[in-house]
Each structure stands twice: as structure tokens, then as C-alpha cells.
């Protein structure tokens, strides 16, 4: 059981498009990561956002954590090919190096 | 600076064979973790060492598996009498402390034949 749902699955776009990539959970975590991973290597860190109803920015990288702190959605804008990877969002609840991950989307952007 | 290094990058091992997954943390970092990923799937917690200790193991199988993260040298991740199940990637983290953020390695992907 993924306590995590991440959503979709798999997104292509074109470059220059917008993309949100959708966290949620019916559980409550105190804080929450965003990892990107590419092909062959470890996920690296994006943001962790911590209060409810925080949003944090990192260039064209929209972070935003819910109210309620259950779920949580990345968007993208103006995306381009350095974006394409599979994003993956971990929840953290008992201690911070264990990690709660969803499932990942995976997003290519073409030129 | 060198972050988290794994080594092997790849392993083969038949059925009922040993598999030993090390991993040297980036420098100064006394927090090590382990993690599973399956493919299709998030990747799943397995174990929370610092030196000398296992702090937390409640992610890793009874049987068949073990960590250690000696005094001196690298944490090793030990799966005896592999099974085909066993084939994935496995990831280890560090941390200097109790920060939020970890540092992956590149994996170690392990084929079960």
C-alpha cells in the first residue's frame, strides 16, 4: 500500500509547456520532500516544505504544501528537456531520514 | 568534495548466493541509510544506522538481511541466500545529523539470476 499517491504517472509535454505533478496521502506528514531522479543515479533533493499552505519557489519550480499538510503538488513552468526526470515526493513523520516516497512521476519534456 | 559513494554499481549473483552492498558516506556525515527500489515503485526505507549502531531496522526483512556501519570503514548492506525477489536498486543516504536533508548515493543494482 503506496502511502503516497503521486499523480499522473507519466506526463510528456512539449518544451515550453506548464506542468503540476499532484502528492497526496490521507496521512499527515510534519514535512515533505520533492527528489528528482534521473536514469542510473540517486534522487537529489529539490525542497522540503514544512508549514501548512507553504508555497517555495526554486526558478520555474512552484512547491506548494497543503493546508492540512496531506498532500502536496509541484508545478513547472515554461518547461524544458533539463527537466525531464521522475520527480518524487517523500513525507516525512516518525524521523527525517525516514522517508515516506511516492511511486514518482516520471515527465519528459521535448524540444 | 566526494558525496556518498556505492560500490558495486552492479552485481549478479545466482539463487542462494551472497550479496555484500557498501556504501561510504559523505565525509563527516555519521548518519547512514538504506533504501529499496523496486522497479514501478517509490523507493522503501530499510534502515537507519549511525556508527556502530543499528537505530532503526524496522523497514528491513527478518530474515536474510543485515546492516552494519562499523567504527572505521564503510556501512555494508548484506543479503544472504539472494532470491530473485531481491533484485533492485539499492540506495544509501547520509546525513551530518538530524538535518531533513539526505544525500543519495547512485545505487548499487543488484541482479538476481
Known amino acids: 500500500t503506496q502511502l503516497l499517491e503521486q499523480s499522473p504517472q507519466f506526463l510528456s509535454i512539449q518544451e515550453g509547456e506548464n506542468l503540476t505533478v499532484y502528492c497526496n496521502s490521507s496521512s499527515v506528514f510534519s514535512s515533505l520532500q520533492w527528489y528528482r531522479q534521473e536514469p542510473g543515479e540517486g534522487p537529489v533533493l529539490l525542497v522540503t516544505v514544512v508549514t501548512g499552505g507553504e508555497v517555495k519557489k526554486l526558478k520555474r519550480l512552484t512547491f506548494q504544501f497543503g493546508d492540512a499538510r496531506k498532500d502536496s503538488s509541484l508545478h513547472i513552468t515554461a518547461a524544458q528537456p533539463g527537466d525531464t526526470g521522475l520527480y518524487l515526493c517523500a513525507g516525512v513523520r516518525d524521523s527525517w531520514g525516514k522517508l515516506q516516497f511516492g511511486a514518482g512521476t516520471q515527465v519528459v519534456v521535448t524540444p | 568534495n566526494a558525496g556518498v559513494m556505492q560500490n558495486p554499481r552492479h552485481l549478479v549473483r545466482r539463487r542462494g548466493q551472497e550479496a555484500r552492498l557498501r556504501c561510504s558516506p559523505v565525509k563527516g556525515h555519521s548518519h547512514v541509510y538504506w533504501y529499496r527500489q523496486l522497479p514501478e515503485e517509490g523507493l522503501k526505507f530499510m534502515v537507519y544506522?549511525?556508527?556502530?549502531?543499528?537505530?532503526?531496522e524496522s523497514g528491513m526483512p527478518k530474515e536474510r538481511f543485515s546492516a552494519e556501519f562499523p567504527k572505521e570503514g564503510p556501512s555494508i548492506l548484506r543479503i544472504q541466500q539472494v532470491v530473485r525477489g531481491d533484485s533492485a536498486a539499492y540506495f544509501c543516504?547520509?546525513?551530518?545529523?538530524?538535518?531533513?536533508?539526505?544525500?543519495f548515493g547512485e545505487g548499487s543494482r543488484l541482479t538476481v539470476l
Open positions: 544506522l549511525q556508527k556502530e549502531n543499528i537505530i532503526d
Open positions: 543516504a547520509s546525513s551530518p545529523g538530524l538535518t531533513g536533508e539526505l544525500f
